[in-house]
């Protein structure tokens, strides 16, 4: 039903800032929870950030302790798209990030509790 994809991915150096975006192709999309993931070579995806739908116009976030203070996610429901804004990047943030949404309002911060994934854009922070 809802399709992703996303973009703004790049090259950057230590300490600089990047901003992903994530657009949703299906209506409702604040019904859905969205997720931000990671994943670096030879790592597993990782969580990075989640916003979801509390009822209403209420939304509630959560990050990954390694983001938190330097990364933010937020919505624009007339757009369907939800951003990561990403700054003082470090070598560690390098992976390819990915936007990913469910079915639920619930709190979920685990890769397999999403179903519907985007195609991912390449983060590269260098030293």
């Known amino acids: 039903q809802v399709q992703l994809v996303e973009s703004g991915g790049g090259l950057v150096q230590t300490g600089g800032s990047l901003r992903l975006s994530c657009t949703a192709s299906g209506r409702a999309y604040s019904a859905y929870s969205v997720g931000w993931f990671r994943q670096a070579p030879g790592k597993e995806r990782e969580f990075v950030a989640t916003t979801r739908w509390g009822g209403g116009s209420v939304y509630y976030t959560d990050y990954a302790d390694s983001v938190r203070g330097r990364f933010a996610i937020s919505r624009d429901n007339a757009k369907n798209t939800v951003w990561l804004q990403m700054n003082s990047l470090k070598p560690e943030d390098t992976g390819f990030y990915y936007c990913?949404?469910?079915?639920?309002?619930?709190?979920?911060?685990?890769?397999?509790?999403?179903?519907?994934w985007g195609q991912g854009t390449q983060v590269t922070v260098s030293s």
């Open positions: 990913a949404a469910r079915s639920s309002t619930t709190r979920a911060t685990m890769t397999n509790d999403y179903d519907i």
